[in-house]
T-cell receptor, first 111, second 114 residues
Framework: GQQVMQIPQYQHVQEGEDFTTYCNSS?????IQWYKQRPGGHPVFLIQ?????EVKKQKRLTFQFGEAKKNSSLHITATQTTDVGTYFC???????????FGKGTSLLVTP | DAGVIQSPRHEVTEMGQEVTLRCKPI?????LFWYRQTMMRGLELLIY????????DSGMPEDRFSAKMPNASFSTLKIQPSEPRDSAVYFC????????????FGPGTRLTVL
């Protein structure tokens, strides 16, 4: 079945440093979504990417979808302590509306 | 809107007992998802419904797990009998697929089976 791999598993940065997490799918995706989960909280939707090669920005966050629609990345510029949490990518294929979540990247930002 | 509502928020039970988790999706949403989250296995999709009909239950671990959606505003996930390895956070999420695929998650139920 479809698998979504996400790296790194953990990342510890100093406030102001950049951060990137990468996501790879074993199969071609119809779309990929990104979620953020704060410690003790629930996943919250950030964005959805649909088109091959798509790039979207939300303030300091930049999301990319690969040309082959099998990989994606999330880049945060100049991290802040409010960015702490676990970032998940989740892939959807054309076979249904199920999302296959990666294991997530836990980001720790120290001031 | 109050968002997705789940109850109870915490459940502690003993092995062998029946556990029922409840979910009220956002009004008007046509898809409902049940997930389980553990450190080892991450966030796993257990089952999802479309217009109250189960579409894919391939993620349900075994026959001890069952889920129902008797109407558009209520769903249950039942574990009978429960085992310690069922300890996890269970999330319910809902979505309105016609316009967007975003899933709205509830606060989760933290289940501990002793």
């Amino acid at each position: 079945g479809q698998q979504v791999m996400q790296i790194p598993q953990y990342q510890h940065v100093q406030e102001g440093e950049d951060f990137t997490t990468y996501c790879n799918s074993s199969t071609t995706l119809s779309n990929i979504q990104w979620y953020k989960q704060r410690p003790g909280g629930h996943p919250v939707f950030l964005i959805q990417l649909v088109k091959s090669g798509e790039v979207k920005k939300q303030k300091r966050l930049t999301f990319q979808f690969g040309e082959a629609k099998k990989n994606s990345s999330l880049h945060i510029t100049a991290t802040q302590t409010t960015d702490v949490g676990t970032y998940f990518c989740a892939g959807m294929t054309n076979s249904g509306y199920a999302l296959n979540f990666g294991k997530g990247t836990s980001l720790l930002v120290t001031p | 809107d109050a968002g997705v509502i789940q109850s109870p928020r915490h459940e502690v039970t003993e092995m062998g007992q029946e556990v029922t988790l409840r979910c009220k999706p956002i009004s008007g949403h046509d898809y409902l998802f049940w997930y389980r989250q553990t450190m080892m296995r991450g966030l796993e999709l257990l089952i999802y419904f479309n217009n109250n009909v189960p579409i894919d239950d391939s993620g349900m671990p075994e026959d001890r797990f069952s889920a129902k959606m008797p109407n558009a505003s209520f769903s249950t996930l039942k574990i009978q009998p429960s085992e310690p390895r069922d300890s996890a956070v269970y999330f319910c999420a809902s979505s309105l697929m016609r316009y967007y695929n975003e899933q709205f998650f509830g606060p989760g139920t933290r289940l501990t089976v002793l």
